[in-house]
C-alpha cells in the first residue's frame, strides 16, 4: 500500500475529502520526522514508537574489491511496534 492507497481508504472511513485525509497524512509524516530527527521518541498507543537509535563505525570490506573500507557512525531510525499492532499482525 502507498501513500495515496492509504488515503483513499481513511477518506471512505471517515467521509472527509482524500485531499483533506492526504494533507493530514503528510502533516503526520512531516510531524513523526521532525520529532525523530530531533532526538524524541514518538509514541503511538497501540500502534507503536518511533525513536532513534545509533550505529557505531566500523571497519567494513567492499564486496567487489575485498578491501577493507572505514564505514562512518551513523544514527538510524527504528521502530518498535506496540503489543495491539503485533497482535493484530499475528492474528490473536
Do not use: C, W, Y
Not at 502507498?2 to 485525509?21: F, H, M, P, R, Y
Not at 502533516?27 to 503511538?44: C, D, K, M, N, W
Not at 521502530?79 to 497482535?87: S, Y
Amino acid at each position: 500500500m502507498n501513500k495515496q492507497e492509504l488515503a483513499d481508504i481513511v477518506a471512505t472511513a471517515t467521509g472527509n475529502s482524500k485531499v483533506a485525509v492526504a494533507s493530514a497524512i503528510d502533516a503526520i509524516i512531516g510531524a513523526v520526522t521532525g520529532a525523530v530527527a530531533s532526538g524524541e521518541a514518538v509514541q503511538l498507543i497501540g500502534f507503536g514508537t518511533f525513536a532513534t537509535g545509533a550505529r557505531v563505525a566500523r571497519v567494513g570490506r567492499n564486496p567487489a574489491t575485498g578491501t577493507e573500507m572505514q564505514i562512518a557512525a551513523a544514527k538510524t531510525v527504528k521502530f518498535t511496534a506496540g503489543k495491539a499492532f503485533k497482535d493484530a499482525v499475528n492474528g490473536v
